[in-house]
């Protein structure tokens, strides 16, 4: 069975940063390219960013370029996204996903507000 097991979100004042993880049980994890996703109150999901499966190549959306890293540690099973200088507009679920085998988290709540 697999599972995607997203955490560290929170609340977080803007300019502040988060760690998000995801970890992946149930599948060959280093064969899959990882992505996430974000989806906002009355909006509809993005794509935030994604990676290769050796994390040679990441790419952004124009939005977050700049201030979120995606990363990823084939030994542990784990992509992560670490967000920088927040903005309130960063508000959302977000959701960790596996491209080719259609998988998604559960999803860990980001909310920016002073």
């Known amino acids: 069975q697999v599972q995607l097991v997203e955490s560290g979100g929170g609340l977080v004042q803007p300019g502040g940063s988060l760690r998000l993880s995801c970890a992946a049980s149930g599948i060959n994890f280093r064969i899959y390219n990882m992505a996430w996703y974000r989806q906002a109150p009355g909006k509809q999901r993005e794509l935030v960013a994604s990676i290769t499966t050796t994390g040679t190549i990441a790419n952004y959306a124009d939005s977050v370029k700049g201030r979120f890293i995606i990363s990823r540690d084939n030994a542990k099973n784990t992509v992560y996204l670490q967000m920088n200088r927040l903005i309130p507009d960063d508000t959302a679920i977000y959701y960790c996903?596996?491209?080719?085998?259609?998988?998604w988290g559960q999803g860990t709540q980001v909310t920016v507000s002073s």
């Open positions: 996903n596996i491209p080719a085998a259609g998988y």
